[in-house]
Every structure is written in structure tokens, then in C-alpha cells.
């Protein structure tokens, strides 16, 4: 009795179970339709390129504006660095470019590094105090509950609906009383004042951005008030701390009335004043080259911080918009 061998498939994997080389195998067979597919999805990726060109052309006009903004405010400065070495009748650059302004500029009365310290001194010392004074401040504000908080917190935002000019004269009779005039301590504590309420906004509602769990964590693992406030909170309000401070130096850096009122020695006068009495300083004749020398000076450790803080400084700002 003979017996005939079943006859195999003629597909293989007929009666094999689907595994992943089976899939490997059989994907070849639908390459056709993957074209199709492809071909399909080619033609779909050629139809999108109009929605690309709608979305440049609505860019378009933000794009134009904000060139636009960054011209007019860029424009001024670059035409005075550009005149500060260009030759100009009246002036020391009179033939050629070269640095002469600059030179009048570091021979004025004084000189340049002198008036150059007296700045830097006035605005560090109002960045350490604004810190220090704003730093506490909104820690207390934010984190404690005591009887008059608010009053007291309204009150000190009230400070800003009072023109600055006249509060001056009223503060230089004050600093002189205390024996603080003519001194650039007493610039530096007028102009403290004035950036603390600001600062100490900025840093309540950096404070107030932190949820309250850190505190309570730290103080199950056995810190105090102030080893909470140092050791966990001040690194998480530093973006708060460098825009109180970055705003506290331009404020400072660039500030003319405290020193035209409370200064009268010309060696302690600062940069921007020493400045203003180098446009007059030849019979009323405004020597233009050396100003714009000594505007470009002013304007330099500004825009570098700003370039060198620009991310913390908007961190800080951003800080208080989201709680929790």
C-alpha cells in the first residue's frame, strides 16, 4: 500500500504562525501599495508647501515691525558711537577717525577713572543694599503673617506715586542733618530708597511663586526660618534677585538728579554728571565729540549686563505670572 506525502503548500507560510520574520518576508509583497501609499503621501507633502508660504507671509509682518522697533531704538546709539570716532569741526577728532574725543574725555578736570569709580561705587553699593533690604522684605511679606502686613506693603508701594524730584530737596536736608551731604554713601542710600519698592514687589511675588511644601520639607528636616531662606529659597528666587539688581545698577549707573542736588564737589561727581559739565566746559561751547565719547562710555556696562543677564532677567519677570 503506497502512501502519497502530503502535498506542500505552495506558500510557505501558509501554516506558519505570523512572527516577525513572516511579517519581514511578506512585507515585499505590498511594496506596490507602500509606493502608492508614499505616492499618496508625497502628493499630500506637495499640497502642504502653500500652507508654509502662508505661514511666512503671515510672519511677515511681525517680523517688519519688530526690525523696524529694533532700528529705531538701536539707530541712536549706533550714530553716536559712529560720531564719538568720526572727525568733527569744534572737536579733538578733527581729521580722520581716531579716539581723540576719548582723550578729551579721560583728561576732563579729574579724569575719566575718576568719575568712572565714583559711579560704580554709588551703583554697587545700591545693588547690595536694594538686595539686602528687598531680599528680607519680601520674605517676610510672602512668607509671615503679622498685624498691619498689608498696610505696610501698600505703603511701601505709595513711594512710587511721589514725583522723584521732590522728595530731593526734602532728602538733602535730611542727609546733611545726619552729616551725609556732598558724600556718595548718601547718593547711594537716596537711590536705595527709591528702588525698594519695585525690588520689594519683584521679590514678593518671586517668594510667593515657590510653593510653600519646600518650606515645610526643610523644616521637618530640621531648619529654621533663616536656613530655609538661605539654603532653599534664595537659589530658587535668583532669576528675582538678578533682575532687582540688574534694574537697581542701570537705575543708579545712569541716574542725574541725586548727584546734581546732593553732590557739590566736582572729584566726587559721578559719570553722567561729569558728562553734562563737559558740554559747557569751553565758554558755553557744547563740545559734542567728547559728549557722545562719554555717552558711549556710559552706555557700555549696561548693554553688556543686559546681554550677559538677558535670560535671568527674563526668568525674574516671568517668576510671579505662574503660582504653585
Known amino acids: 500500500m503506497?502512501?502519497?506525502?502530503?502535498?506542500?503548500?505552495?506558500?510557505?507560510f501558509a501554516d506558519a504562525p505570523p512572527t516577525d520574520s513572516t511579517v519581514a518576508v511578506v512585507a515585499p509583497q505590498h511594496r506596490g501599495r507602500a509606493r502608492g501609499a508614499g505616492g499618496r503621501r508625497g502628493g499630500a507633502g506637495g499640497r502642504t508647501r502653500p500652507t508654509t508660504f502662508a505661514g511666512i507671509a503671515l510672519r511677515t509682518p511681525y517680523w517688519v515691525l519688530t526690525a523696524g522697533l529694533a532700528l529705531i531704538f538701536l539707530y541712536p546709539l549706533?550714530?553716536?558711537?559712529?560720531?564719538?570716532?568720526?572727525?568733527?569741526?569744534?572737536?579733538?577728532?578733527?581729521?580722520?577717525?581716531?579716539?581723540?574725543?576719548?582723550?578729551?574725555?579721560?583728561?576732563?578736570?579729574?579724569?575719566?577713572?575718576?568719575?568712572?569709580?565714583?559711579?560704580?561705587?554709588?551703583?554697587?553699593?545700591?545693588?547690595?543694599l536694594t538686595l539686602g533690604i528687598s531680599l528680607l522684605g519680601g520674605y517676610a511679606f510672602a512668607r509671615f503673617r503679622f498685624p498691619g502686613k498689608d498696610l505696610l506693603f501698600l505703603s511701601t508701594l505709595a513711594i512710587l506715586m511721589v514725583p522723584y524730584a521732590t522728595l530731593l530737596i526734602p532728602l538733602y536736608v535730611l542727609l546733611n542733618a545726619v552729616g551725609l551731604s556732598n558724600s556718595l554713601v548718601g547718593v547711594a542710600l537716596v537711590l536705595t530708597m527709591f528702588q525698594l519698592p519695585f525690588s520689594m514687589f519683584m521679590m514678593r511675588i518671586s517668594f510667593e511663586s515657590i510653593p510653600r511644601e519646600m518650606d515645610e520639607a526643610a523644616?521637618?528636616?530640621?531648619?529654621?526660618?533663616?536656613?530655609?531662606?538661605?539654603?532653599?529659597?534664595?537659589?530658587?528666587?535668583?532669576?528675582?534677585?538678578?533682575?532687582?539688581?540688574l534694574f537697581a545698577f542701570l537705575a543708579a549707573w545712569n541716574d542725574?538728579?541725586?548727584?546734581?542736588?546732593?553732590?557739590?564737589?566736582?572729584?566726587?561727581?559721578?559719570?553722567?554728571?561729569?558728562?553734562?559739565?563737559?558740554?559747557?566746559?569751553?565758554?558755553?561751547?557744547?563740545?559734542?565729540?567728547?559728549?557722545?565719547?562719554?555717552?558711549?562710555?556710559?552706555?557700555?556696562p549696561c548693554i553688556l549686563l543686559f546681554l550677559i543677564l538677558q535670560r535671568h532677567y527674563v526668568?525674574?519677570?516671568?517668576?510671579?505670572a505662574f503660582k504653585g
Open 2 to 12: 503506497s502512501t502519497t506525502a502530503p502535498r506542500r503548500s505552495r506558500d510557505p
Open 78 to 128: 549706533i550714530w553716536t558711537a559712529i560720531s564719538s570716532v568720526s572727525p568733527l569741526a569744534g572737536t579733538n577728532q578733527v581729521d580722520g577717525w581716531g579716539l581723540g574725543n576719548y582723550v578729551t574725555l579721560a583728561n576732563y578736570q579729574a579724569g575719566i577713572w575718576v568719575y568712572l569709580f565714583n559711579s560704580l561705587f554709588v551703583s554697587l553699593l545700591t545693588v547690595a
Open 219 to 245: 523644616m521637618v528636616d530640621g531648619c529654621t526660618a533663616w536656613s530655609v531662606l538661605w539654603r532653599v529659597l534664595v537659589p530658587a528666587v535668583k532669576p528675582g534677585l538678578i533682575t532687582v539688581g
Open 256 to 300: 542725574f538728579m541725586a548727584p546734581l542736588i546732593l553732590i557739590t564737589d566736582s572729584n566726587r561727581m559721578t559719570l553722567p554728571l561729569a558728562i553734562s559739565n563737559l558740554r559747557g566746559q569751553v565758554q558755553g561751547v557744547v563740545d559734542y565729540g567728547a559728549t557722545e565719547a562719554g555717552v558711549v562710555v556710559l552706555a557700555l
Open 315 to 320: 526668568r525674574g519677570f516671568m517668576s510671579g
